[in-house]
């Protein structure tokens, strides 16, 4: 019997021995017994078939393997590919409504993490590979983007780039070098004065900083 009709069965019953009690002109002990057995059935059925349902769309469906596309930058850290929510694993980026100080005035440094990151894919399909980890519904991962026949790990670019920062907490200091290297050189928003993120989220000591 198929799993359809194995679930429905129950029901059918249970409708059979309701109906005939609405038509019985007298309810006697036997039929409430029907209704019983029949209500029984109902309920072990549900909870027999409630493992084998789909679970709504959440952190249980986020992959587990690498996986390729196009991707949407949502901020310096956030991507989306087909409907799945990537949060790159190690970094911290400005926040999208961060304001920085650098010669000549304010910027809006969250919007140019954003872009920075947009500049950095270039259009180009990248794959991220899950650490087996998730944050509020988002994979955590590394990704990557072929450029010039190597690939480059997108994490690393953007700390390099001055508008991401090493979150030693998850990345155990895999990107202090790249770190250091933009701060040296003044890259991003090391050219001024800035908030790091995770203090301009008062989250202090979420990245172990």
């Given at each position: 019997m198929s799993r359809q009709r194995r679930t429905a069965a129950p029901w059918v019953a249970l409708a059979a021995a309701i109906a005939g009690l609405l038509g019985a002109s007298q309810i006697t002990e036997a039929d409430w017994m029907r209704l019983g057995r029949a209500l029984w059935r109902v309920v072990t059925t549900q909870e027999e078939e409630a493992p084998?349902?789909?679970?709504?769309?959440?952190?249980?469906?986020?992959?587990?393997?690498?996986?390729?596309?196009?991707?949407?930058?949502?901020?310096?850290?956030?991507?989306?590919?087909?409907?799945?929510?990537?949060?790159?694993?190690?970094?911290?980026?400005?926040?999208?409504?961060?304001?920085?100080?650098?010669?000549?005035?304010?910027?809006?440094?969250?919007?140019?993490?954003?872009?920075?990151?947009a500049a950095l894919i270039d259009g180009r399909d990248i794959t991220c590979t899950p650490d087996g980890s998730s944050t509020y519904g988002r994979s955590v991962a590394v990704c990557t983007v072929s450029q010039g026949g190597r690939e480059i790990d997108l994490n690393a670019a953007m700390v390099r780039s001055g508008y991401a920062f090493d979150c030693t907490r998850y990345s155990k200091g895999r990107y202090a070098e790249e770190e250091a290297a933009a701060k040296a050189e003044k890259a991003g928003a090391w050219a001024g004065r800035f908030t790091y993120p995770w203090s301009h989220r008062d989250r202090a000591g979420a990245c172990g900083r």
């Amino acid at each position: 019997m198929s799993r359809q009709r194995r679930t429905a069965a129950p029901w059918v019953a249970l409708a059979a021995a309701i109906a005939g009690l609405l038509g019985a002109s007298q309810i006697t002990e036997a039929d409430w017994m029907r209704l019983g057995r029949a209500l029984w059935r109902v309920v072990t059925t549900q909870e027999e078939e409630a493992p084998r349902r789909r679970a709504p769309r959440g952190e249980a469906e986020l992959p587990t393997a690498p996986f390729s596309g196009q991707a949407r930058v949502l901020d310096g850290d956030t991507l989306d590919i087909a409907g799945i929510r990537v949060r790159m694993q190690g970094i911290d980026a400005l926040e999208g409504d961060q304001q920085c100080n650098r010669p000549g005035g304010r910027y809006a440094c969250g919007r140019a993490a954003r872009d920075q990151l947009a500049a950095l894919i270039d259009g180009r399909d990248i794959t991220c590979t899950p650490d087996g980890s998730s944050t509020y519904g988002r994979s955590v991962a590394v990704c990557t983007v072929s450029q010039g026949g190597r690939e480059i790990d997108l994490n690393a670019a953007m700390v390099r780039s001055g508008y991401a920062f090493d979150c030693t907490r998850y990345s155990k200091g895999r990107y202090a070098e790249e770190e250091a290297a933009a701060k040296a050189e003044k890259a991003g928003a090391w050219a001024g004065r800035f908030t790091y993120p995770w203090s301009h989220r008062d989250r202090a000591g979420a990245c172990g900083r």
